[in-house]
């Protein structure tokens, strides 16, 4: 219902009628936060001058006031909690989070969220955040050796791919992925957060490249295309 921008920032907020202000990074496309509080739709939003405070108000006949704090704020939590929640929520009344604004008429829903989807999703995204890890400890390790750096230690290769015969982290995600039953992958990809299905995309570039499992690589570009 209202968007408003923290002055000369990337940043903005946005007011919804589902009774809460969502705050963004525009610039990662990135959902850092979500406030709730109001008790009806929130129509308008004003930020001050510095960015300090946000005032909301609301259906609910009320102006609220939001005070930027200093207390750190990590998005991976922020997601971590936000998927429970929704994950006991739907556990509780069987329901699926539909994504606001879409109705029923609008758009057929695929199929139903269940624990082993979810458990596959959660599968996917400790593989990528480890693929993530090790390529980074690998840039590391080549930019040691070009600058002949020995102050880093030697590099050593994490257990989970060494239980895989030393693949690397690529390669790695490709077998997590490969052990999702086919059934559930058309599920667990979709139940993926949006910078996780980015990190598909390019794992997905690099796969076909190599001419590893085609086959699988087209169906899950398919599933999250859909």
């Not at 006949?61 to 998005?75: G, Y």
């Not at 922020?78 to 994950?87: G, L």
């Not at 599920?187 to 086959?215: A, C, H, M, Q, R």
Request: negative net charge; proline residues 3%.
């Amino acid at each position: 219902m209202s968007v408003q921008f923290v002055r000369k920032t990337h940043y903005f907020f946005s007011a919804s009628k589902d009774k809460t202000i969502t705050y963004w990074d525009a610039e990662r496309f990135l959902h850092v936060t979500t406030i709730e509080g109001h008790h009806s739709e929130i129509w308008s939003l004003a930020i001050s001058h510095d960015g300090e405070f946000v005032i909301s108000g609301s259906h609910d006949k009320s102006l609220r006031l939001w005070e930027r704090t200093d207390e750190p704020l990590f998005v991976e939590e922020e997601r971590e909690m936000e998927r429970e929640a929704a994950y006991e929520e739907s556990a509780v009344t069987g329901v699926e989070t539909i994504i606001p604004g879409e109705q029923d008429t609008e758009a057929v829903k695929a199929g139903k969220k269940t624990v082993e989807t979810i458990k596959g999703a959660e599968r996917i995204m400790e593989a990528i955040e480890l693929y993530k890890e090790e390529r980074q400890k690998e840039l590391e390790h080549k930019a040691s050796q070009v600058t002949k750096d020995k102050t880093l230690p030697k590099r050593v290769i994490h257990p989970n791919l060494a239980a895989f015969g030393n693949v690397s982290p690529v390669q790695y995600v490709l077998l997590v992925v490969k052990k999702v039953k086919s059934s559930e992958l058309e599920e667990s990809l979709p139940v993926l957060p949006f910078d996780y299905v980015i990190d598909v995309l390019k794992l997905l570039l690099e796969w076909i490249k190599n001419g590893w499992e085609t086959e699988l690589s087209c169906r899950c570009l398919f599933f999250l295309v859909r």
